[in-house]
């Protein structure tokens, strides 16, 4: 099984700040990194999917770059509604999900 | 855009069936994949299964024969079945649409762009 590996845990940050969120896989996974956003008592959703491709509707300000085992989200300024927690997620065999970056 | 909406009960007792439904408010429910998945506190997102209309199936082998899964599209409704539920069953599950968009590997491409609201079950 490939283990996707988020860091760093918890991530303190200000609103406008640039923020940067990695993911970690155990082995190779090509482009295929989604990456989502989950807030309290709400479903995830799509942000990024194959490592670089914003999902409909989301802002520029939302950004995946990485390929093989490293991968990045980077948010570009923070706006108060990007504060959440954000699961990577890869599907190379069957999908599975990194354990979470908190960003706060 | 399309709304899912889980629904089912809510508590169990260990050893009985689980069994929700997810209603697709698009009538999409014949042309896309599908998934559950599952959310834990301890154990995070767990996916439990794919599944479409033509009677693909494909299901996490850590859930062994307990898992079910089907399509109804004269109800646009999915559905999820666990038998023999114990309390590591305990978690929120969602349904999700596999996205329609982006690269295709073995037939499906690699997330999954809509989520239901998610409905948590508890096994006690």
């Not at chain 2, 009677?55 to 409704?77: A, E, F, H, P």
């Not at chain 2, 690269?103 to 609201?117: A, E, H, I, N, R």
Request: hydrophobic share 30%.
């Amino acid at each position: 099984e490939i283990v996707l590996t988020q860091s760093p845990a918890t991530l303190s940050l200000s609103p406008g700040d640039r923020a940067t969120l990695s993911c970690r896989a155990s082995e190779s996974i090509r482009s295929f990194l989604a990456w989502y956003q989950q807030k309290p008592g709400q479903a995830p959703r799509l942000l990024i999917y194959d490592a670089s491709k914003r999902a409909t509707g989301i802002p520029a300000r939302f950004s995946g770059s990485g390929s093989g085992t490293d991968f990045t989200l980077t948010i570009s300024s923070l706006e108060p509604e990007d504060f959440a927690v954000y699961y990577c997620q890869h599907r190379y065999n069957w999908p599975t999900f990194g354990q979470g970056t908190r960003l706060e | 855009q399309v709304q899912l909406q889980e629904s089912g009960p809510r508590l169990l007792k260990p050893s009985e069936t689980l069994s929700l439904t997810c209603s697709v408010s698009d009538g999409s429910v014949g042309r896309h994949y599908w998934s559950w998945i599952r959310q834990t506190p301890g154990k995070g997102f767990e996916w439990l299964g794919y599944i479409h209309h033509s009677g693909y199936r494909r299901y996490n082998l850590s859930l062994g024969s307990r898992v079910t899964m089907s399509v109804d599209t004269s109800q646009n409704l999915l559905s999820l079945t666990l038998n023999s539920v114990t309390a590591a069953d305990t978690a929120v599950y969602y349904c999700a649409r596999v996205n329609p968009s982006g690269t295709y590997v073995s037939g499906l491409t690699t997330s999954f762009d809509m989520w239901g609201l998610g409905t948590m079950v508890t096994v006690s």
